[in-house]
């Protein structure tokens, strides 16, 4: 397949040398951008929202890295469903793939690829379980479909067919009054919150020939540090 593409030659420049990038920030990343304690909430939320004003597909779709008892790693994407000094959030199966991984191995990464931003945010931290009240009002916020449709799924499990998936889903359905009943579904005891706690956050600006910005703040332990890497 790829043998008809010309991958070696596929790149995209990031702005003119010198001048504003894709993100229309003319000044570049600098260190006294990431203020306050943490340092990292307030760039991040600034950057998200220019995301979301940016109107780039899911903004708050983010890369969520982990690693299995085997120490085999997996990423795949997830929703952001909160975002504050304590952490970023979001749900899933607690015996999904990830989440045996994150009960074996309580650490994760997760990148925010805000590509046409030409911009990425990057952290590193342990994992813990939201408190079911968190889990609760989220799952009350979903729509009822998504609703019954984690009910039904064994995430990650295998299914015969999508008839067989589709034949599950609509037995949910029939249990809680159907697809447009008034029947709360429940919370499904195998799904719910995690808050990646971060202990690094690296910012990444891209520019011209590549000499791109990028500023990493950490939690040493004694309090977060801020620096500048190489590109
Ligand atoms: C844009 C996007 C957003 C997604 N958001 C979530 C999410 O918030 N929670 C979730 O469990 N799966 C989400 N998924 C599906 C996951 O990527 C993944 O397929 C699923 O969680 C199973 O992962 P696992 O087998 O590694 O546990 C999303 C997929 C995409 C493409
Ligand atoms: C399986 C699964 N769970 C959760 C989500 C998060 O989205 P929401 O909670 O907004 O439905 C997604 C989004 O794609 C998903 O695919």
Known sequence: ?????????????????????????????????????????????????????????EPNAMVLGTVDADGRPATRTVLCKGADADGVVFFTGYDS??????????????????IAM??????????VKVDPAETLAYWQARPRGSQLSAYASQQSEPIG?????????A??????????????????????????????????????????NRVLTEDTGTGWTVQRLQP
């Open 1 to 57: 397949m790829s043998e008809h593409l010309d991958l070696p030659s596929m790149r995209v420049g990031y702005g003119a040398a010198d001048s504003t990038g894709a993100d229309g920030v003319v000044e570049h990343l600098d260190t006294t951008w990431l203020t306050g304690d943490p340092p990292w909430p307030a760039l991040f939320q600034r950057w998200l929202g220019e995301a979301v004003a940016a109107q780039i597909p």
């Open 97 to 114: 793939r990830k989440g045996r991984a994150l009960a074996a191995n309580p650490v994760a990464s997760v990148t925010f690829p805000w």
């Open 118 to 127: 030409e911009r990425q945010v990057h952290f590193r931290g342990r994992v």
């Open 161 to 169: 067919s999508r008839a067989d998936l589709v034949a599950a889903a």
């Open 171 to 212: 037995a949910v359905a029939a249990e809680f009054g159907g697809v447009d009943g008034q029947t709360p579904v429940p919370v499904p005891p195998h799904w719910g919150g995690y808050r990646l706690e971060p202990v690094s956050v690296e910012f990444w600006q891209g520019r011209a020939d590549r000499l791109h």
